[in-house]
Protein backbone atom coordinates (compact mmCIF):
# COMPACT_ATOMS: atom_id res chain seq x y z
CA UNK A 1 0.00 0.00 0.00
CA UNK A 2 1.11 3.66 -0.84
CA UNK A 3 2.29 5.55 2.06
CA UNK A 4 -0.12 8.51 2.62
CA UNK A 5 0.65 11.73 1.67
CA UNK A 6 -2.29 13.86 3.34
CA UNK A 7 -2.11 15.73 6.63
CA UNK A 8 -1.87 14.03 10.22
CA UNK A 9 -5.55 15.39 11.65
CA UNK A 10 -6.97 14.22 7.66
CA UNK A 11 -5.57 10.51 8.94
CA UNK A 12 -6.78 10.38 12.26
CA UNK A 13 -9.97 11.97 10.99
CA UNK A 14 -10.14 8.67 8.74
CA UNK A 15 -9.57 6.56 11.25
CA UNK A 16 -11.82 7.74 13.57
CA UNK A 17 -14.74 7.62 11.50
CA UNK A 18 -13.77 3.81 10.43
CA UNK A 19 -12.93 2.56 13.57
CA UNK A 20 -15.77 4.48 16.27
CA UNK A 21 -18.67 2.23 16.88
CA UNK A 22 -22.06 2.38 14.35
CA UNK A 23 -24.13 3.64 17.21
CA UNK A 24 -21.29 6.61 17.84
CA UNK A 25 -21.59 7.99 14.21
CA UNK A 26 -25.04 6.45 13.03
CA UNK A 27 -26.73 9.77 11.21
CA UNK A 28 -28.36 9.75 8.11
CA UNK A 29 -28.38 12.23 6.77
CA UNK A 30 -24.69 12.72 7.90
CA UNK A 31 -23.98 15.64 10.22
CA UNK A 32 -23.65 19.06 8.96
CA UNK A 33 -26.07 17.28 5.65
CA UNK A 34 -29.87 18.15 4.94
CA UNK A 35 -32.28 16.24 3.21
CA UNK A 36 -32.43 18.94 0.66
CA UNK A 37 -28.74 19.36 0.71
CA UNK A 38 -28.36 16.03 -0.72
CA UNK A 39 -31.26 16.38 -2.77
CA UNK A 40 -29.09 19.54 -4.47
CA UNK A 41 -26.12 17.50 -4.73
CA UNK A 42 -27.60 14.82 -6.52
CA UNK A 43 -29.07 17.27 -9.01
CA UNK A 44 -25.71 18.88 -9.68
CA UNK A 45 -24.01 14.72 -10.33
CA UNK A 46 -22.82 14.83 -6.79
CA UNK A 47 -19.83 17.46 -8.04
CA UNK A 48 -18.87 19.01 -4.70
CA UNK A 49 -15.49 21.47 -4.43
CA UNK A 50 -12.88 20.17 -1.90
CA UNK A 51 -11.68 15.96 -1.19
CA UNK A 52 -11.43 16.31 2.29
CA UNK A 53 -14.78 17.40 2.52
CA UNK A 54 -15.82 14.80 -0.57
CA UNK A 55 -14.47 12.14 1.56
CA UNK A 56 -16.27 13.42 4.79
CA UNK A 57 -19.39 12.90 2.89
CA UNK A 58 -18.44 9.68 1.56
CA UNK A 59 -17.76 7.88 4.81
CA UNK A 60 -21.09 10.06 6.60
CA UNK A 61 -23.24 8.13 3.77
CA UNK A 62 -22.31 5.02 4.57
CA UNK A 63 -24.77 5.13 6.97
CA UNK A 64 -27.62 5.78 5.11
CA UNK A 65 -26.33 2.42 3.08
CA UNK A 66 -29.27 0.84 5.73
CA UNK A 67 -31.95 3.86 5.05
CA UNK A 68 -35.55 2.59 4.23
CA UNK A 69 -36.28 5.42 1.71
CA UNK A 70 -34.89 4.20 -1.80
CA UNK A 71 -33.94 7.91 -2.98
CA UNK A 72 -31.84 8.14 -0.01
CA UNK A 73 -30.05 4.38 0.04
CA UNK A 74 -29.85 3.85 -3.71
CA UNK A 75 -30.30 7.27 -5.11
CA UNK A 76 -28.26 9.12 -2.98
CA UNK A 77 -25.87 6.58 -1.20
CA UNK A 78 -24.94 4.25 -3.69
CA UNK A 79 -25.08 6.98 -6.86
CA UNK A 80 -22.88 8.97 -4.88
CA UNK A 81 -20.17 6.72 -3.91
CA UNK A 82 -20.68 4.99 -7.32
CA UNK A 83 -19.55 8.40 -9.41
CA UNK A 84 -17.05 9.59 -7.17
CA UNK A 85 -15.60 5.74 -7.47
CA UNK A 86 -15.49 5.64 -10.96
CA UNK A 87 -14.41 9.42 -11.46
CA UNK A 88 -11.73 8.34 -9.41
CA UNK A 89 -12.67 11.44 -6.87
CA UNK A 90 -12.04 9.81 -3.42
CA UNK A 91 -8.67 8.82 -2.67
CA UNK A 92 -7.58 5.42 -1.11
CA UNK A 93 -7.26 6.56 2.54
CA UNK A 94 -11.21 7.06 1.72
CA UNK A 95 -11.56 3.92 0.53
CA UNK A 96 -9.40 1.81 2.92
CA UNK A 97 -11.58 3.39 5.66
CA UNK A 98 -14.77 2.50 3.80
CA UNK A 99 -13.37 -0.70 3.47
CA UNK A 100 -13.13 -1.50 7.58
CA UNK A 101 -16.42 0.14 8.12
CA UNK A 102 -18.31 -2.07 5.47
CA UNK A 103 -16.49 -5.46 5.67
CA UNK A 104 -18.52 -6.23 8.90
CA UNK A 105 -21.82 -5.58 7.69
CA UNK A 106 -21.45 -8.00 5.44
CA UNK A 107 -19.96 -11.08 7.37
CA UNK A 108 -22.89 -13.28 8.53
CA UNK A 109 -22.23 -13.77 12.41
CA UNK A 110 -22.83 -9.45 12.37
CA UNK A 111 -26.22 -9.09 10.90
CA UNK A 112 -28.95 -8.04 12.55
CA UNK A 113 -30.45 -5.69 9.33
CA UNK A 114 -34.02 -6.94 10.00
CA UNK A 115 -35.28 -4.92 7.26
CA UNK A 116 -32.71 -6.09 4.71
CA UNK A 117 -30.96 -2.99 3.38
CA UNK A 118 -27.93 -2.60 5.20
CA UNK A 119 -25.77 -5.68 4.48
CA UNK A 120 -27.09 -6.04 0.18
CA UNK A 121 -25.81 -2.44 -0.13
CA UNK A 122 -22.59 -2.56 1.59
CA UNK A 123 -21.47 -5.34 -0.41
CA UNK A 124 -22.36 -3.23 -4.19
CA UNK A 125 -20.59 -0.18 -2.35
CA UNK A 126 -17.59 -2.76 -2.04
CA UNK A 127 -17.91 -4.03 -5.22
CA UNK A 128 -17.24 -0.70 -6.59
CA UNK A 129 -14.30 -0.24 -4.63
CA UNK A 130 -13.45 -3.62 -5.34
CA UNK A 131 -13.64 -2.51 -8.81
CA UNK A 132 -11.19 0.69 -8.27
CA UNK A 133 -8.53 -1.62 -7.19
CA UNK A 134 -8.67 -3.47 -10.68
CA UNK A 135 -8.53 -0.25 -12.24
CA UNK A 136 -5.87 0.89 -10.46
CA UNK A 137 -4.14 -1.56 -8.06
CA UNK A 138 -3.70 0.03 -4.47
CA UNK A 139 -5.08 -3.13 -2.28
CA UNK A 140 -2.09 -5.65 -0.90
CA UNK A 141 -2.76 -8.91 -1.17
CA UNK A 142 -3.62 -9.85 2.10
CA UNK A 143 -6.19 -6.78 2.02
CA UNK A 144 -7.58 -8.59 -1.34
CA UNK A 145 -7.94 -11.84 0.45
CA UNK A 146 -9.93 -10.40 3.17
CA UNK A 147 -12.64 -8.92 0.69
CA UNK A 148 -12.97 -12.15 -1.04
CA UNK A 149 -13.33 -14.35 2.20
CA UNK A 150 -15.93 -11.31 3.30
CA UNK A 151 -17.79 -11.49 -0.19
CA UNK A 152 -17.67 -15.45 -0.56
CA UNK A 153 -19.13 -15.68 2.82
CA UNK A 154 -21.79 -13.22 2.68
CA UNK A 155 -22.87 -14.36 -0.80
CA UNK A 156 -22.87 -18.26 0.37
CA UNK A 157 -24.84 -16.90 3.64
CA UNK A 158 -27.57 -14.72 2.36
CA UNK A 159 -31.51 -16.17 2.77
CA UNK A 160 -33.19 -13.03 2.59
CA UNK A 161 -34.56 -13.47 -0.88
CA UNK A 162 -36.38 -10.12 -1.24
CA UNK A 163 -36.13 -8.40 -3.96
CA UNK A 164 -37.93 -5.34 -5.35
CA UNK A 165 -40.99 -3.91 -3.15
CA UNK A 166 -43.60 -0.78 -4.66
CA UNK A 167 -42.67 0.93 -1.44
CA UNK A 168 -38.72 0.19 -0.10
CA UNK A 169 -37.37 -0.02 -3.87
CA UNK A 170 -34.53 -3.18 -4.04
CA UNK A 171 -32.79 -5.39 -1.41
CA UNK A 172 -31.62 -7.72 -3.60
CA UNK A 173 -28.89 -9.55 -1.82
CA UNK A 174 -27.62 -12.36 -4.23
CA UNK A 175 -27.34 -9.79 -7.19
CA UNK A 176 -25.28 -7.55 -5.28
CA UNK A 177 -23.05 -10.34 -3.17
CA UNK A 178 -22.62 -11.58 -7.11
CA UNK A 179 -21.89 -8.05 -8.35
CA UNK A 180 -19.04 -8.04 -5.15
CA UNK A 181 -17.69 -11.34 -6.89
CA UNK A 182 -17.32 -9.97 -10.34
CA UNK A 183 -15.52 -7.29 -9.97
CA UNK A 184 -12.95 -9.66 -7.75
CA UNK A 185 -13.33 -12.25 -11.09
CA UNK A 186 -12.10 -9.72 -13.58
CA UNK A 187 -9.34 -8.55 -11.17
CA UNK A 188 -5.83 -10.55 -12.85
CA UNK A 189 -4.25 -10.15 -9.29
CA UNK A 190 -6.19 -13.01 -7.90
CA UNK A 191 -5.77 -16.86 -8.70
CA UNK A 192 -7.06 -19.75 -9.74
CA UNK A 193 -7.94 -21.06 -6.04
CA UNK A 194 -9.32 -17.71 -5.35
CA UNK A 195 -11.63 -17.95 -8.15
CA UNK A 196 -12.83 -21.56 -7.30
CA UNK A 197 -13.98 -20.40 -3.71
CA UNK A 198 -15.86 -17.30 -5.26
CA UNK A 199 -17.54 -19.80 -8.06
CA UNK A 200 -18.24 -22.24 -5.12
CA UNK A 201 -20.08 -19.06 -3.36
CA UNK A 202 -21.82 -18.40 -6.49
CA UNK A 203 -22.88 -22.41 -7.23
CA UNK A 204 -24.38 -22.23 -3.03
CA UNK A 205 -26.89 -19.52 -4.28
CA UNK A 206 -27.88 -20.77 -8.35
CA UNK A 207 -30.81 -22.83 -7.27
CA UNK A 208 -31.47 -21.85 -3.17
CA UNK A 209 -33.78 -24.39 -1.52
CA UNK A 210 -37.28 -23.67 -2.11
CA UNK A 211 -36.98 -20.28 -3.98
CA UNK A 212 -37.29 -19.23 -7.18
CA UNK A 213 -35.76 -16.12 -8.24
CA UNK A 214 -37.77 -13.88 -10.48
CA UNK A 215 -35.51 -10.61 -10.25
CA UNK A 216 -32.79 -11.14 -12.59
CA UNK A 217 -30.68 -13.09 -10.03
CA UNK A 218 -29.49 -16.00 -12.49
CA UNK A 219 -27.88 -13.55 -14.65
CA UNK A 220 -26.25 -11.82 -12.06
CA UNK A 221 -25.16 -15.03 -11.00
CA UNK A 222 -23.69 -15.90 -14.37
CA UNK A 223 -21.37 -12.77 -14.90
CA UNK A 224 -18.81 -13.58 -12.04
CA UNK A 225 -18.50 -17.29 -13.88
CA UNK A 226 -18.15 -15.94 -17.57
CA UNK A 227 -15.76 -13.52 -16.43
CA UNK A 228 -13.65 -15.50 -14.50
CA UNK A 229 -13.26 -18.02 -17.55
CA UNK A 230 -11.86 -15.41 -19.40
CA UNK A 231 -9.28 -15.27 -16.90
CA UNK A 232 -8.18 -18.44 -18.62
CA UNK A 233 -7.05 -20.50 -16.10
CA UNK A 234 -10.08 -23.23 -16.42
CA UNK A 235 -10.09 -26.16 -18.47
CA UNK A 236 -12.46 -28.00 -20.43
CA UNK A 237 -12.35 -30.73 -17.68
CA UNK A 238 -12.43 -28.43 -14.46
CA UNK A 239 -16.35 -26.71 -16.23
CA UNK A 240 -17.23 -30.06 -17.31
CA UNK A 241 -17.17 -31.36 -13.21
CA UNK A 242 -18.32 -27.84 -12.00
CA UNK A 243 -21.34 -27.88 -14.27
CA UNK A 244 -22.14 -31.85 -13.36
CA UNK A 245 -21.99 -30.96 -9.60
CA UNK A 246 -24.26 -28.02 -10.53
CA UNK A 247 -27.20 -29.79 -12.10
CA UNK A 248 -28.14 -32.34 -9.74
CA UNK A 249 -31.66 -32.67 -8.44
CA UNK A 250 -30.59 -31.68 -5.25
CA UNK A 251 -31.97 -33.27 -2.54
CA UNK A 252 -34.17 -35.80 -4.56
CA UNK A 253 -32.57 -39.29 -5.56
CA UNK A 254 -33.36 -38.34 -9.45
CA UNK A 255 -34.80 -35.48 -11.60
CA UNK A 256 -37.63 -38.15 -12.22
CA UNK A 257 -38.75 -37.79 -8.26
CA UNK A 258 -37.62 -33.83 -7.70
CA UNK A 259 -40.19 -33.28 -10.56
CA UNK A 260 -43.04 -34.84 -8.32
CA UNK A 261 -42.43 -32.34 -5.96
CA UNK A 262 -42.53 -28.43 -5.19
CA UNK A 263 -38.94 -28.19 -4.29
CA UNK A 264 -37.98 -29.96 -6.84
CA UNK A 265 -39.65 -27.46 -9.49
CA UNK A 266 -38.07 -24.50 -7.98
CA UNK A 267 -34.78 -26.11 -8.79
CA UNK A 268 -35.40 -26.85 -11.87
CA UNK A 269 -36.76 -23.16 -12.77
CA UNK A 270 -33.51 -21.57 -11.04
CA UNK A 271 -31.07 -24.08 -12.85
CA UNK A 272 -32.31 -23.70 -16.11
CA UNK A 273 -32.28 -20.04 -15.74
CA UNK A 274 -28.98 -19.82 -14.66
CA UNK A 275 -27.81 -22.48 -16.94
CA UNK A 276 -29.56 -20.69 -20.24
CA UNK A 277 -27.93 -17.19 -18.80
CA UNK A 278 -24.59 -18.68 -19.21
CA UNK A 279 -25.15 -20.23 -22.69
CA UNK A 280 -27.08 -17.70 -23.83
CA UNK A 281 -23.49 -15.64 -23.61
CA UNK A 282 -21.36 -18.71 -24.90
CA UNK A 283 -23.50 -19.92 -27.81
CA UNK A 284 -21.96 -18.10 -30.55
CA UNK A 285 -18.26 -17.05 -28.84
CA UNK A 286 -15.28 -18.01 -30.92
CA UNK A 287 -12.78 -16.75 -27.65
CA UNK A 288 -11.24 -20.08 -26.61
CA UNK A 289 -11.54 -19.60 -22.83
CA UNK A 290 -15.49 -19.50 -23.23
CA UNK A 291 -15.81 -22.47 -25.98
CA UNK A 292 -14.20 -24.60 -23.23
CA UNK A 293 -17.69 -24.21 -21.10
CA UNK A 294 -20.00 -24.86 -23.73
CA UNK A 295 -19.43 -28.69 -24.29
CA UNK A 296 -20.36 -28.69 -20.07
CA UNK A 297 -23.07 -26.00 -20.08
CA UNK A 298 -25.12 -27.83 -23.20
CA UNK A 299 -24.41 -31.71 -20.95
CA UNK A 300 -26.29 -29.70 -17.72
CA UNK A 301 -29.02 -28.27 -19.93
CA UNK A 302 -29.81 -31.51 -21.47
CA UNK A 303 -29.19 -33.34 -17.66
CA UNK A 304 -31.86 -30.96 -16.28
CA UNK A 305 -35.33 -31.47 -17.51
Same mark, same amino acid.
Given at each position: ?? +??????????????? $?????????????????? $?????????? @?????? *?????????? #????????????????????? +??????????? +?????? *?????????????? *? $?????? @????????? $????????????????????????????????RGFDARDGWRHGVAHGADLMLQLALNPA????????? @???????????????????????????????????? +????????FEALAGPGDAASWQEAMNTQAGLTRRHD?????????????????????????????? #?????
Amino acid at each position: MQ +TSTLAWPRVVLLGLL $ACAAPAAIASCPPVGWSQ $AGLDALKAAD @FHIEGS *DRRAALALGL #LDCLGARNPAVRDGIAFEAWS +TWLRAGQLDQE +TRQAAL *DRLLPRIRPAARDD *D $AGFSAP @FAALVLSGI $ARSDRVAPWMMPDQREQLIAAGTAYLASVRDYRGFDARDGWRHGVAHGADLMLQLALNPALDKGQLDRM @FAAVASQVAPSGHAYIYGEPERLARPVLYGALRGLH +TEADWSGWFEALAGPGDAASWQEAMNTQAGLTRRHDLRAFLLAIYAEIAEETRPELVAMRPAVLAA #LKRVP
